[in-house]
């Protein structure tokens, strides 16, 4: 195993770090969704919302992943 600054965490730390940005993001929508669904009633701008909020954890994602990959 490395020591040292060069050295990274194994395979299986960055694997389980992103299962677990996963599950946050999930939590998140979900509970966007809910929200949306109870206090927005206009169908267009609840669709707007969620699809903005969809792109933002979309983003969320793909940064957290490449952050922790190393990419």
Avoid at 3 to 25: E, R
Avoid at 27 to 39: E, F
């Amino acid at each position: 195993m490395k020591s040292g600054a060069d050295s990274s965490p194994p395979n299986i730390t960055k694997v389980f770090t992103v299962l677990t940005l996963v599950s946050i993001l999930a939590h998140a929508w979900i509970g966007m969704w809910q929200v949306l669904t109870d206090y927005i009633k206009p169908l267009a701008l609840r669709l707007i919302l969620q699809l903005v909020i969809v792109v933002a954890l979309v983003v969320y994602l793909v940064y957290g992943t490449l952050v922790v990959w190393g990419a």
